[in-house]
Structures are given as C-alpha cells and as structure tokens.
C-alpha cells in the first residue's frame, strides 16, 4: 500500500513540475553576443534591443530579466518595415528574482533582405512595444 501511494504521489509531483515549466514555444536561437549593458563601466542600459548578427540577414533580440523566465521571441510576423517580434515571458509562474540578459538570433525575412534600414518591431505583452532601427551599413 505504501508503495502505491509513493508512486501516486511522485507522478503528482512530476506532473506538477511538468506543467508548471511549460509556456510559449520559443523561436530562434540563445545567442551569447554582447548586447547593450552587457559590459559597462555605468549604469547598464537594461531596456528591450535588437542588432544585426550578420547585416542584412540575421538579427538578435535582447531583453533583461529572470533568468529562470526569460522573456523570448514566440513569433513573428512580417511588418511593412521590418519583422514584427511577439516577446513572451516564459518559465512557469515561479522565476527568479535576478536580473540577466537573454538574447536569440533570428533570420531576417527575405522581403527585407537588401533593404534598409530595417525596423525590428518587439511586441510585449506587459509593457509598451519597441521598434529598433538597424540600418544595413550596421556591423553586429
């Protein structure tokens, strides 16, 4: 009997632990280049960025927050300037209390390829949306 509910109960936990990690699929790629306030001898600039991985052809996302839930590129959506990136929090409900930066590569649509400057459009779901200007003459 007590093994029955030993595996009871660890199938409820694991479970548990299942869904509370799950979110939104995130797309791109973790990418490890130094964005804005990653090396600073000030006050870091912790604000949403986007810059160009390879100019005219992949570009990076980087927004501060949980470590444990960072807010990630979910979709996107082709903008009359540029991509439109929707930014969900991912992680579950129970996250971190640091602050770190998390940073994703992403193609550039071809429509906007040879084409400039590029508006990379942040859609959040908490806080006002950013556009960023990346001009094709840009080096990463």
């Known amino acids: 009997m007590t093994t029955g509910v030993g595996s009871v109960l660890l199938a409820s936990v694991l479970a548990l632990a299942a869904t ?3 979110g939104p699929e995130v797309i791109g790629e973790p990418y490890d ?16 960025a986007a810059g160009w991985v390879t100019v005219g052809e992949r570009f990076f996302v980087t927004t501060y927050g949980s470590s444990s839930c960072p807010t990630a590129p979910t979709a996107v959506e082709t903008g009359v300037r540029g991509p439109i990136v929707t930014m969900s929090r991912t992680g579950g409900n ?3 209390a640091d602050l770190g930066p998390a940073s994703y590569a992403l193609d550039l649509p071809g429509r906007f ?5 590029v508006v990379v459009s ?4 908490d806080t006002p949306d ?11």
């Open 130 to 140: 950013v556009d960023v200007e990346l001009p094709l003459s840009a080096s990463p």
């Open 94 to 96: 129970a996250c971190t």
């Open 113 to 117: 390829r040879g084409e400039g400057p």
């Open 33 to 48: 280049g130094a964005g804005p306030g990653v090396l600073a001898t000030h006050s870091a600039d912790t604000g949403p």
């Open 20 to 22: 509370g990690c799950s």
């Open 122 to 125: 942040l859609r959040f779901d």
